[in-house]
């Protein structure tokens, strides 16, 4: 049974910085590529970066230099760390394989406030 528990994210100020994580279990991570993605009300879910099971990663051009991805395959984590936050970056936040469609089971995400 695939279990994607997110945490991490809160309220935080333009430039601050939040680490998220995820706790992952059934869903065969250590061969998968996983991905952070996220979403705000009224638009699509989009992925914001991903790595490959070797710790290859690739970033959406609005996050790469502020964001990394990282992954822990012992126990079958996977974080987040996001620095130089922007208003923008308000989203709820979820972890999953990469190429998810709405039909794979998600869990509840993350939400990330970037306010002052």
Not at 63 to 79: E, H, M, P, W
Request: positive net charge; contains cysteine.
């Amino acid at each position: 049974q695939v279990q994607l528990v997110e945490s991490g994210g809160g309220l935080v100020q333009p430039g601050g910085s939040l680490r998220l994580s995820c706790a992952a279990s059934g869903i065969g991570f250590r061969i998968s590529v996983m991905a952070w993605y996220r979403q705000v009300p009224g638009k699509p879910r989009e992925w914001a970066a991903l790595i490959m099971s070797g710790g290859s990663t690739n970033y959406k051009d609005s996050v790469k230099g502020r964001f990394t991805i990282s992954r822990d395959n012992a126990k079958n984590n996977l974080y987040l760390q996001m620095s130089s936050l922007k208003p923008e970056d308000t989203a709820v936040y979820y972890c999953n394989h990469f190429g998810a469609t709405d039909d794979d089971y998600w869990g509840q995400g993350t939400q990330v406030t970037v306010s002052s």
